[in-house]
């Protein structure tokens, strides 16, 4: 038996050799796959520290834009505003000017813009109720033709001419829109707002 039980011995060494053979080798591979996964866990969490950092300036950058278009959308508004605000004031005093002034004014409009052929002057309802007695006689006398004149029910301010070929709108409001670039540009200079 003693060879038998050194037989065992033999075995039983050379298994644990093995096995303490073997555990080592295991130890030094999780040790080397522990470290794998910590350097590809270190890399993923750099990378998604980069995504999240892009990401933040991706946001903060979008973010600075719009409010920067919002702010010049507003600017823009306000500016639109003080303008429409600034020609509805020019209208309102053109409108409410001295009646000679204001006839006047026409006057030249009409007598600058009449047909050679007779026509029609339709005049805005609150201008006509306000018209100097002589405005007719005058413009007739200027035109040197006859000129008819009724009180429009569409417009308050201004005239049109209406002859048998065309018709000419000169009411105040036709007038103020037909030059209404012109007139926001004179505006943007006079209130120096800069550019729209």
Known sequence: MDALENIIQIIEKDTNEK???LKEENDIKCKNIISEAE???KKEIEENEKRIAQKKEQI???TKTANSIFENKTILRKKHELINKVLDM???YLSSMDESEYFGFFS???IKNAPSEKFELVVGAKD????PGNFLKELNLKNASQINCRCSDIFDYGFKIVSSKSVIDLSLESVFADNQDFLKSVALNVLDLGEM
Not at 128 to 131: A, G, H, T, W
Request: net charge positive.
């Open 19 to 21: 096995i303490i053979k």
């Open 39 to 41: 350097k590809c866990a």
């Open 60 to 62: 903060i950058s979008q």
């Open 90 to 92: 020019s209208a309102n």
């Open 108 to 110: 030249k409009l009409i």
């Open 128 to 131: 006509f109720k306000r018209r």
